[in-house]
């Protein structure tokens, strides 16, 4: 009896000095926080500079950002390529005359940045207005020469209560 209560006294001190120890989350896993800080500047950054390209149809600049191998569904849930994309801007298919970013997270893992926000927009594309609010995710990954780089995008229309496609 007394061996199984030394047990039980040594798991509780176990168990309770493990709930002391600070467990890394997926946001500082492996990143030292000046590290982060910087990293976290540079993807807001680049978050301000894709709004930018997409207001002004740059898409030189857009073609910067974008990795070879993006892939985005749009909110119709139709994928598009990198090539596809340059080629909605150049062509004036897609055409922004508002958008507001709002409720911007970003977390980081590894290479890996992960950006979620809401988005109020007018404007346009091939598919028709799009106007409206929407939220999105905008994956980037660090490629080998330390540059961010777009490989993700998936956007979701806000529907209103009782608002019908």
Not at 2 to 23: M, Q
Not at 59 to 77: F, N, Q, R, V, W
Not at 144 to 163: D, L, N, T, Y
Request: glycine fraction near 6%; proline fraction near 3%; hydrophobic fraction near 35%.
């Amino acid at each position: 009896m007394r061996c199984s209560g030394v047990r039980v006294f040594g798991l509780a001190t176990v168990v309770l000095f493990s709930a002391c120890i600070p467990v890394p989350t997926a946001l500082s896993a492996g990143m030292p926080r000046v590290q982060k800080h910087e990293s976290r500047h540079e993807i807001d950054q680049l978050e301000d500079e894709w709004r930018e390209a997409i207001l002004k149809s740059n898409t030189a600049e857009m073609e910067k950002l974008l990795a070879d191998d993006y892939l985005a569904i749009t909110a119709s849930g139709r994928l598009q390529t990198k090539e596809q994309a340059l080629a909605s801007l150049r062509l004036g298919r897609m055409h922004f005359k508002t958008l507001e970013i709002s409720d911007r997270k970003v977390r980081f893992y590894g290479t890996t940045a992960l950006v979620t926000s809401q988005a109020e927009v007018q404007g346009s594309t091939d598919e028709g207005d799009v106007s409206g609010n929407y939220r999105y995710t905008r994956v980037y990954v660090r490629d080998p020469q330390g540059a961010w780089k777009v490989v993700s995008f998936e956007v979701s229309r806000i529907r209103e209560p009782g608002e019908h496609k």
